[in-house]
């Protein structure tokens, strides 16, 4: 009964910004919750997660100083601010969940919990 839905994706140029959101319903479990992205041809890779308990986060080395990941206070809601976007962001990105958060990059296999992903494209 645990769902997650995506927002907040679009097309921009390269150089622009967009804040990505991921909404949880179902329950009110802290799952620790991760974005991950997948374009044609590629696995899903990790992006980002954060540890809704004592936010602690993990950044890929290819968004760094880039990517920002949060989550609000009062509700079950986690963000992905993205800025100076690329070319080769381009992909569609999933929101991931599960009660457990793992140090360092996050693989598929660590989350049970995913949202339908949301289309972010970066032109020249």
């Known amino acids: 009964q645990v769902q997650l839905v995506e927002s907040g994706g679009g097309s921009v140029q390269a150089g622009g910004s967009l804040r990505l959101s991921c909404e949880v319903s179902?329950?009110?479990?802290?799952?620790?919750m991760a974005w991950f992205r997948q374009t044609t041809g590629k696995q899903r890779e990790g992006v980002a997660s954060i540890n809704r308990r004592d936010g602690r986060t993990w950044y890929a080395d290819s968004v760094k100083g880039r990517f920002t990941v949060s989550q609000d206070n009062s509700k079950p809601v986690v963000y992905l601010q993205m800025e100076s976007l690329k070319p080769e962001d381009t992909a569609i990105y999933y929101c991931?969940?599960?009660?457990?958060?793992?140090?360092?990059?996050?693989?598929?296999?660590?989350?049970?919990?995913w949202g339908q992903g949301t289309q972010v494209t970066v032109s020249v």
């Open positions: 179902g329950d009110t479990y802290k799952y620790a």
């Open positions: 991931a969940a599960n009660v457990w958060w793992t140090a360092g990059r996050p693989t598929t296999t660590d989350f049970r919990y």
